[in-house]
């Protein structure tokens, strides 16, 4: 199995909802990702998971608060978003951390923040 | 900022014509990696290519880099509709050991 999964597909939300986004693979993978990419764009990282361990924050705002309850799963809970957060939310995971290892990507998450 | 610059940010062959894609960075390198997503998509891997190595080749795929130029690029020989995706450089962040900087990307085109 090497797929990254996540759910939903679709996310329309406004800007006093709470959401999350889920992540799961099962490529015993120790690594995991929260990417943010915008029409055009290429991806930007937003978090890093290390064996379960937020390893690097790239100065996310705290209205997007990442989780990683065990090594095959990783959430991303939304909460009061603005308008400029509506992007494709991309969930990654590759075999540890680092450079050399082949990242591998879910088919992403379309957020709408009305 | 941006590690990674690739040319051209489009691309529009015919099927069956090869396509060309280059990614430019600023500073030294300890690998770089090609990724390929189609529209609206997750990305997938495609290669990657350590500094020591000059040319790597998978099927249809054949990647150079050139690190005194600082400069790699990405052929795809042959091409077919189902090429038709942006594909994307990624390099090690300078100064990083874990991240990865993805270029502007060149969208590509495969007209049947």
């Known amino acids: 199995d090497t797929e990254v999964t996540q759910t939903p597909k679709h996310l329309v939300m406004g800007m006093t909802n709470k959401k999350s986004l889920k992540c799961e693979q099962h490529?015993?993978?120790?690594?995991m990702y929260w990417y943010k990419q915008k029409a055009k764009k290429p991806p930007e990282l937003m978090f890093v998971y290390s064996y379960e361990k937020l390893s690097i924050n790239e100065s996310v705002p705290s209205r997007f608060s990442p989780e990683c309850p065990n090594s095959s799963l990783l959430n991303l809970h939304l909460h009061a978003l603005q308008p400029e957060d509506s992007a494709l939310y991309l969930c990654?995971?590759?075999?540890?951390?680092?450079?050399?290892?082949?990242?591998?990507f879910g088919p992403g998450t379309r957020l709408t923040v009305t | 900022s941006q590690q990674g610059e690739e040319d051209p940010q489009a691309l529009s062959i015919q099927e069956g014509e090869n396509a060309t894609m280059n990614c430019s960075y600023k500073?030294?390198?300890?690998?770089l990696q090609w990724y390929r997503q189609n529209s609206g998509r997750g990305l997938v891997h495609l290669i990657l290519i350590r500094s020591n190595e000059r040319e790597k080749h998978s099927g249809r795929l054949r990647v150079t880099l050139d690190t005194s130029k600082k400069s790699s690029s990405l052929l795809i020989t042959a091409s077919r509709a189902a090429d038709t995706a942006s594909y994307f450089c990624a390099t090690d962040a300078s100064g990083s050991s874990y991240k990865l900087i993805f270029g502007s990307g060149t969208r590509l085109l495969v007209r049947p």
């Open positions: 490529m015993g993978h120790r690594a």
């Open positions: 990654a995971s590759s075999q540890k951390l680092g450079q050399s290892y082949e990242q591998y």
């Open positions: 500073t030294s390198i300890n690998n």
